[in-house]
């Protein structure tokens, strides 16, 4: 049984109270001098697992900061609840669901069950099945209708049946087979959907509809009208059987849609959407850059897994990073968390976590149902440098907020460019270094700047940052990476006594809009009983339909 962690209020605890104080004690000294006071901050503040190094000495903290941290850490049952998700227990309880992303990462000769059943033999199942899957389409013995080989992958889902694959895809193109494309589409927009196929022969083209529930009415709806279009192409209605495949939990509701269950790769309702990219999910990862690089992912993932699992509290990645993330949001009161990837194939990654942190720690009630009192999940959000250094980075080296952030950096090149990455490196650190330590009045003084002057060149500095680097950016990085947060994301929940695993906010949006669907649609005027506002808005929007546009 996991102890329930939030049966005493959070913020009424003794190590609560001390890390308050502690807090009132070090947040106005700067990290200049916290650098000069400890001559072995950097080597001190600094941690390794699965690949990844990560320098925390910028951050606003001492070593009785990480102390008290990790204390809080386990008062609030972290190691319990850590060992409760590897096992299978639901943790998930507001949905009454294990929680089992890591099971999709494990060894062959792994044993995890769910309801007496070891879950390990189904993942490799249908794995092997995608890796024979996308060799034939990679390889062109997978045929299209009219005997083409597949050139074209679209991928049809939302949320976390999108962000993942597109992440994905982006960060590991460089081992991708360039002879096939990629699209992704999500929105219900058709725009979405015009532009991702205009330039594509439907004969080589392959839709992966791609829904955990297959109920859900953006991907249902692109994936009636990939299939109007193929047929329109093709003309004939048999031809989906050769261009449509599924992913999802969802039998019956894939043959309701019409496409072959033998064209259909299973996944589990332990796996929440957002955790789901290792699963078939990411078939279309697979079909880019192979089965073995996929695994290799997986590897990746599962380095992180251990690590996270053995790795004493104080020096083990996610656990720093998530209390670090405790610290700023409810000490501080930082409000957002920045991702800066120094990588230009990382470009959705701040997107994919984005979706990760705020729909897992974006809650407001604990699990014992109280309103909290105390911030949870900052805002994350986060752009690829350099190209943020010359749009919002001014708002942190300046601005009023305080906006800790999370560099990622690799050791080596992308491309065989090899020079940029010099200047991409040199950049990389120097922000962090500015950040940390700004730019004093005495300092702009001697570069010869007018007095008056001076006062709007200062940086402040004391800008807290991670720098989490690795040598490559290749699929076991990537894997590791992204374990890094899903973990560090369940070290917020576990601190917080939060559920990180439900997502009813996005419930919501699922069946809000059932309603105005028909009003919008509706031939006679609909008798409307929203507010005011949102009665107005179905008027405009009818009365310029029935303009005729
Ligand atoms: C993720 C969320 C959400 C979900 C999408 C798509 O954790 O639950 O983003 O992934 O709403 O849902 P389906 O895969 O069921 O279409």
Redesign the pocket.
């Known amino acids: 049984m996991i102890r329930d962690s939030a049966e005493a209020p959070l913020t009424s605890s003794a190590t609560w109270q001390a890390l308050a104080e502690h807090h009132a004690a070090i947040k106005d000294v700067h990290l200049r001098k916290l650098f000069v006071d400890d001559r072995k901050r950097a080597v001190r503040f600094t941690a390794e697992g699965a690949g990844i190094f990560l320098d925390y000495s910028k951050n606003r903290i001492t070593g009785e900061t990480v102390a008290l941290l990790v204390k809080l850490a386990e008062e609030r049952g972290l190691t319990e609840k850590r060992a409760a998700m590897f096992r299978g227990d639901k943790i998930n309880v507001t949905e009454r669901r294990a929680v089992l992303h890591t099971a999709l990462r494990a060894p062959r000769d792994a044993v995890i069950e769910v309801d007496g059943r070891n879950v390990v033999p189904a993942v490799h199942a249908v794995l092997d099945r995608m890796a024979d899957f996308s060799t034939r389409v990679r390889s062109g013995a997978w045929k299209g209708h009219t005997g083409k080989r597949i050139r074209n992958v679209v991928n049809i ?5 999108h962000v993942g694959p597109e992440m994905a895809y982006l960060a590991l193109r460089r081992y991708s087979d360039r002879n096939l494309r990629f699209r992704f589409i999500a929105n219900v927009d058709g725009a979405a959907f015009t532009e991702a196929t205009q330039d594509l022969d439907a004969a080589e083209t392959l839709f992966i509809v ?7 009415l953006e ?1 249902m709806s692109n994936a009636d009208v990939a299939r109007a279009w193929l047929i329109n192409k093709l003309g004939d209605e048999s031809a989906v059987a050769k261009h449509f495949a599924a992913v999802s939990t969802n039998a019956a509701g894939v043959r309701a849609f019409g496409i072959d269950t033998s064209n259909m790769f299973e996944f589990w309702d332990w796996v ?5 990219l290792d699963s078939a999910i990411g078939l279309s990862t697979m079909l880019a850059v192979g089965p073995e690089n996929f695994r290799a992912m997986l590897a990746g993932y599962y380095d992180m897994d251990v690590h996270f699992r053995t790795t004493p509290l104080d020096r083990n990645l996610p656990v720093l990073l998530g209390l670090l993330t405790v610290w700023y949001a409810d000490f501080f009161g930082a409000e957002t968390l920045a991702v800066l990837p120094y990588a230009q194939n990382l470009a959705r990654f701040p997107a994919y976590l984005q ?1 990760l942190q705020m ?1 897992s720690s974006g809650k407001c009630v604990d699990l014992t149902r109280r309103r909290v009192d105390y911030g949870t999940g900052p805002i994350l959000w986060g752009e690829p440098g350099t190209d943020g250094q010359h749009s919002f980075y001014q708002l942190l080296h300046q601005g009023t907020h305080l906006v800790p952030a999370d560099f990622i950096g690799f050791l080596e090149p992308m491309s065989p460019l090899a020079a940029p990455h010099d200047l991409l490196t040199a950049n990389l650190f120097a922000q962090a270094e500015g950040l940390a330590f700004g730019k004093t009045a005495e300092e702009v003084a001697a570069e010869g700047v007018e007095a008056a002057d001076v006062p709007y060149r200062v940086m402040e500095g004391n800008r807290p940052s991670n720098m989490l680097l690795a040598e490559r950016l290749d699929p076991r990085t990537l894997g590791a990476l992204i374990a890094l947060y899903e973990h560090s994301v369940f070290v917020q929940g576990a601190v917080w006594g939060i559920g990180s695993f439900d ?1 009813w906010g ?1 419930e919501l949006g ?1 069946v809000l809009a059932e309603k105005i669907i028909g009003e919008l649609r509706a031939a006679d005027e609909p008798k409307l009983e929203h507010d005011s506002s949102t009665n107005a808005l179905i008027h405009r929007y009818r009365e310029h339909r029935a303009r005729g546009h």
């Open positions: 889902g939302i949320g976390g049946s791609s829904s955990k529930t297959f109920t859900t991907t929440g959407g957002r955790y789901s979706q729909e997502q996005v699922k």
